[in-house]
Each structure stands twice: as structure tokens, then as C-alpha cells.
């Protein structure tokens, strides 16, 4: 079983920057991939940001250039640097993990428990 925490989250006004934390705990063989997904109310989850084991990035059209993911490998830990925040940006933000439990098996996915982001204008 894999557990994912999130912190960061807050109220920022319009411009204004937070950093987003994800750590992943479990008997983990291997990460596939991370990523961050947004769910504003009354809207679908969507796909913020990915990272690959590799390194490869991919941004929602929406947040490119203002959002960053990175990850560290060491602390299994996932971020996203969010600067030049908008309210539209508004939403409970959620890591998603793809695990390899053990060598050869199929990958699955864990998500985090949410944390909230709320820009003012």
C-alpha cells in the first residue's frame, strides 16, 4: 500500500506563488510517474502536470510557463512550483502516483488527499 501526502496549499492573492508537496511512503519498487491534478468546484479533475521516471516534463496548456513539477527521487517527493497565481487557478489540487510494486509488474496509481488553493483577485 502506498500513502501520499500533501501540503502547501493556501490563499494567495493574484500573482502571488505557492509550492505544492506530495510524499509518497510504502513499499515502493519503483516510480513510474507523478502528477498533478486540479478540480475546481463544479468542474472535472483535470491534468495539471506530469513527470516521468525519466525526467520528461508535460504541462496543461493552461498553467505552462507558470507552473513548475519536479520531483526527488531521495525524499520520494513530488512538488509543484506555482507562480504568478490566477483565480482560476482556484481548485483542490491532487497528487497522483504510478508505482511499480515489484519488477515486471503492472503499474499502479495512488492519489493524494487533496489540498486546496484558492487565489483572490
Known amino acids: 500500500q502506498v500513502q501520499l501526502v500533501e501540503s502547501g496549499g493556501g490563499l494567495v492573492q493574484a500573482g502571488g506563488s505557492l509550492r505544492l508537496s506530495c510524499v509518497a511512503s510504502?513499499?515502493?519498487?519503483?516510480?513510474?510517474?507523478l502528477a498533478w491534478f486540479r478540480q475546481a468546484r463544479g468542474n472535472q479533475r483535470e491534468a495539471v502536470a506530469a513527470?516521468?521516471?525519466?525526467?520528461?516534463?508535460n504541462y496543461a496548456d493552461s498553467v505552462k510557463g507558470r507552473f513548475t513539477i519536479s520531483r526527488d527521487n531521495a525524499k520520494n517527493t513530488v512538488y509543484l512550483q506555482m507562480n504568478n497565481l490566477k483565480p482560476e487557478d482556484t481548485a483542490v489540487y491532487y497528487c497522483?502516483?504510478?508505482?511499480?510494486?515489484?519488477?515486471?509488474?503492472?503499474?499502479?496509481?495512488?492519489w493524494g488527499q487533496g489540498t486546496q488553493v484558492t487565489v483572490s483577485s
Open positions: 510504502g513499499n515502493i519498487f519503483s516510480i513510474n510517474a
Open positions: 497522483k502516483i504510478w508505482v511499480y510494486m515489484e519488477a515486471g509488474g503492472r503499474s499502479d496509481d495512488y
Open positions: 513527470i516521468t521516471s525519466g525526467g520528461t516534463t
